[in-house]
DNA sequence: AATAATTATATCGTGCACGATGCAAATCCC
DNA sequence: GGGATTTGCATCGTGCACGATATAATTATT
């Protein structure tokens, strides 16, 4: 029953971030979507699907309220007028000081020692790749 | 960035055995349930939403779909008339027999091998329990 | 150049997941 | 025994996640 641990897993860490991202006015997905950005702006919607192995079913409208809260921005491409490019706005750059703090503390709850997290994630990568091309 | 890895491999998860329930009429969190009553038959409400750690808000909607389809009864218990007994009907209990296939082509899907499957749950649990608690 | 195939994104319908709220039954406390 | 509190479940509104479908722009083919 492995699927068992990675489904109730998954639900926990949300809901372990949702009181500190609602003083943000974030949800979690939100939240994790403006990370990618932080760590490179100006994105297709495509790719920021992609790093989340989600459609863009699911993200157009999680980016229309991530807009609505002025935290991005859309942009036509001019090379490729069918492309819509994800900017941050200046809000939305701001917001990543907050981040330092959220991380630090939800590593924290997890009881994990630096060893456990690093081994944590290898195995959650080999599964997913794993998985996703099978 | 810890939970990113949990967060795209639940999806990873999810998505991976899809194909496998919809032959069965049945969505991801409608088989994880239905483990449950499996492992042990003519639970409450409640008793299979702290065990997926979820609230009865998100339970009570998803044992109605299981119930319409005829896999679950819903049975006042005498003792305490609050309480729902959930119990598999005979066909719920018959869909028990496809379980081991899709578990071991799941497993196989995951490319970990035993240890590694054992030590990643391992490692979930300690971080659900840490991050739940904290 | 005209048509066909592909790509980027959006829209729609279903189902999960949550918090807030409501209600009835049980329990507590006096 | 009787009122306050707690417990078990349901309902409602919001947001995520998916597949199916639609539309417009680009690219490939003839």
């Known amino acids: 029953m492995f699927c068992y641990g990675i489904y109730t897993a998954s639900h926990v860490v949300n809901r ?15 939240y994790i979507t403006l990370t990618l950005l932080w760590e490179r702006d100006a994105q297709m919607v495509t790719e920021i699907a992609a790093q989340l192995r989600m459609t863009t079913s699911t993200l157009t409208p999680l980016l229309k309220r991530l807009e609505t ?22 809000r939305g750059r701001a917001l990543q000081n907050e981040a330092p703090d959220i991380t630090a503390c939800m590593v924290d709850g997890t009881t994990l020692d630096g060893a456990e997290l690093h081994e944590l994630q290898r195995l959650l990568a080999k599964l997913s790749d794993g998985l996703a091309s099978s």
């Open 69 to 90: 809260q002025g935290l991005i921005e859309r942009c036509q491409d001019t090379r490729d007028r069918r492309s819509v490019l994800i900017r941050l706005s200046p």
């Open 16 to 30: 372990a971030y949702t009181p500190h991202l609602t003083r943000l006015g974030l949800t979690y997905p939100q």
